[in-house]
């Protein structure tokens, strides 16, 4: 973040207030014209961020169940926000975002401390974020206030199916079958990471009718399950991709098993294709994924504080998207 507006001084912005379902279009002018900067500073000056669908800012305000801050200059404007999460013990960032003629202010510093002092709160033991790993504005900023790199975060699609897959969902269970699932969906994460608990995130997903959980049995058992959205991410657009979210796996090999159920998903849902963001400490995950055809299409650079790095599963895979 450079200085663009030295002589703005932080006595003008109040905050953090939390942030409302009320505020999501003034969220979204100050999101698009931060990242349209950050796009012009790396050479690519006629791209438009375009604004998110109001239901993905639904559910990422009510995901960070508290976490969702705003700042507001004199003028009663949003100037930046941060977006809190939280997952049982792993917290993350994102979006986050300060509005152009306030960047080189000292604001951007003040807004990730705050979002680092509620994740502390909530007894978070994993703290990070993601950003564009050839912005290194970006990533010297975060590292003078204590983050460090990790690996990338890799985005491989695949093609959704061309005929019709049974895919078993948990939305589709009736509500006693449903909760008992939920608990098996935990009992699974926790089995690969002590403390991680993405129940929130399933719940909130079907009751905003945002996609669904794709679950993978083995003789009963519950060996895999995905979260997906389905929805635009996009502001206005047609459903173009099915993005996956959170997949636990008991065993990494098994998630060319669990990639024809996402893609049967993908055709059902109308999309065409299926995103899903492998985390770079998950190698055979990644090359399972390339040959059974998957295409890279975008990396992000995951930093965390040092003291709260992430942990790998025990003996199977956990992706957790650090973006909405």
Known sequence: MTTTSPWRSLRNISGPFPARLTDIDPLNRVFSD???????RDGMVGVRVPYLNPAIWRYAIDDADGGAMLWRDERDEIVAFNVAHHSGIEGWMGPLAVRPEWQGSGIG?????AGIDWLRKRKAQVIGLETMPRTMDNIGFYSRLGFVPGRLTITVTLEAATSDVAVPLLGALPPRDRRAALAQCQQL????????????ELQLTLELGLGDVVLRHERGALTGFALFHSVPLVEGRSREEL?????VMAREGDVAAMAP???????????RRVAIRVQGE???????????????RWTDLRMVIAGNEERRAATGLVLSNWEI
Request: charged fraction near 20%.
């Open 109 to 113: 510093k003040t807004v990730v401390q």
């Open 243 to 247: 993005r996956v979210l959170k997949m």
């Open 34 to 40: 931060a990242f349209t900067e950050r796009y012009r």
């Open 282 to 296: 998950y190698a055979q995950a990644y090359r399972e994924l390339i040959a059974i055809g998957g295409r890279v």
């Open 261 to 271: 159920l996402l893609a049967g998903a993908a055709r059902q849902a109308g999309t």
């Open 189 to 200: 994460t926790s089995a690969q990471i002590p403390g991680y608990d993405f129940t929130r």
